[in-house]
């Protein structure tokens, strides 16, 4: 048999020592996963199989949420909580949080405690997030439909504790306000009001309309603990060009950022880098353009979270009836945004 005969197998049986040896992915879905992945049998024409995590992501595919094939050996506790969810996902009765605790050999609190840090979600909603999956699938909805539904937060990202294990920021760095991290900040005036602007090593993570002499009290709300530095030449260049961007809108100034947000919240705000300068669309038409039509609310709650104003244009999206709806920022300034947007004319090229 050649190898890919004795992997789709492995994949058949859901074969648990094959984990970390393969992993597949499933192009009706855009999914990989870890061959004991208890998602539903895909169909052997529409599965490729990849050594790394690496390979499979460079071919498009995400990891999935159920098996979380990118944590994959990332650390013991993270391999215990993957046999908690399979056992969620596979046994007819779901076992209890006791049963679960003592399989993990942890007390219940404190396996709830880690099951909560890792999946995004306490045992017993994850449990119930199992049944409504059942439920759906039962409905034979594709399985666009039924990632649409984990996407929409039932089963939260994985990518949370994907970016702990990979440097950068952690979610608990995140939690804890940024501890310790340097982030540089510049205050700005704009035609349309004060803005200040928050940058990381990585790039920018903030830029926020503001009360005159407010700026750096906010950023220091959302970042307690950061180790805050007044703007170097590179801020100050950048600023000068959100400043400019927004006095005189132009397309996309390719600025570095340092988008931080779940797999869905840093899908929906690329979307909105999209949308063309001048353009509206609805909730329902960004919800679609990234395949996910049912999932207009979380869109909007998404949008509600973006930090990065007019850089990432959450102010190009309006209800559905072409009502402006709300605006992080106040709805005058959106209508102002959206205003200097139709009347400036694009550079001729
Ligand atoms: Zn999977």
Not at 52 to 59: L, S, V
Not at 65 to 74: E, M, S, V
Not at 78 to 98: G, M, S, Y
Not at 288 to 314: E, H, M, W, Y
Request: proline share 5%; hydrophobic share 35%.
């Amino acid at each position: 048999m050649n190898k890919n005969a004795d992997r789709w197998k492995a994949v058949c049986d859901r074969d648990t020592s094959q984990n970390g040896v393969f992993i597949y992915g499933v192009k009706t879905t855009g999914i990989y996963c870890l061959p004991s992945c208890s998602s539903r049998q895909a169909k052997r024409e529409n599965v490729d199989f990849y050594e790394t995590t690496k390979q499979a992501e460079k071919a498009g595919f995400r990891a999935c949420k159920r098996c979380l094939p990118d944590q994959f050996g990332a650390s013991p506790q993270v391999d215990l909580i993957r046999k908690a969810c399979e056992d969620l996902q596979n046994l007819e009765t779901p076992p209890d949080l006791d049963s679960l605790a003592k399989a993990a050999d942890l007390s219940p609190a404190h396996f709830q405690k880690v099951f909560k840090k890792i999946v995004g979600l306490s045992p017993k909603r994850y449990a119930m997030a199992v049944r409504k999956q059942r439920f759906l699938q039962g409905l034979n909805l594709s399985d666009s439909v039924t990632n649409a539904i984990y996407d929409a937060g039932y089963v939260s990202s994985s990518r949370a504790y994907a970016d702990m294990t990979r440097g950068g920021v952690s979610p608990k760095s995140r939690q804890n306000g940024a501890k310790g991290e340097g982030i540089r900040f510049a205050s700005a005036h704009s035609d349309l009001g004060d803005i200040i602007i928050g940058a990381t090593a990585r790039g920018i993570c903030l830029v926020e309309f503001v009360q005159k002499g407010e700026g750096e009290e906010l950023l220091r709300s959302r970042f307690p603990l950061a180790d805050l530095k007044p703007a170097d030449a590179d801020l100050a260049v950048q600023a000068a060009q959100i400043v400019a961007q927004i006095n005189h809108p132009t397309e996309g100034q390719n600025l570095p950022l340092d988008i931080r947000g779940t797999v869905f919240q840093e899908r929906v705000w690329q979307a909105l880098r999209d949308i063309p300068l001048g353009k509206t669309v609805s909730y329902g038409e960004l919800a679609t353009a990234i395949g996910q039509p049912t999932a207009a609310r979380a869109v909007a709650s998404a949008i509600a979270k973006n930090s990065l104003a007019v850089v990432v244009p959450c102010h190009r999206v309006v209800r559905g009836s072409g009502e402006l709806s709300g605006y992080k920022w106040g709805v005058d300034l959106k209508q102002a945004l959206l205003d200097l947007e139709k009347t400036t004319k694009k550079p001729a090229t």
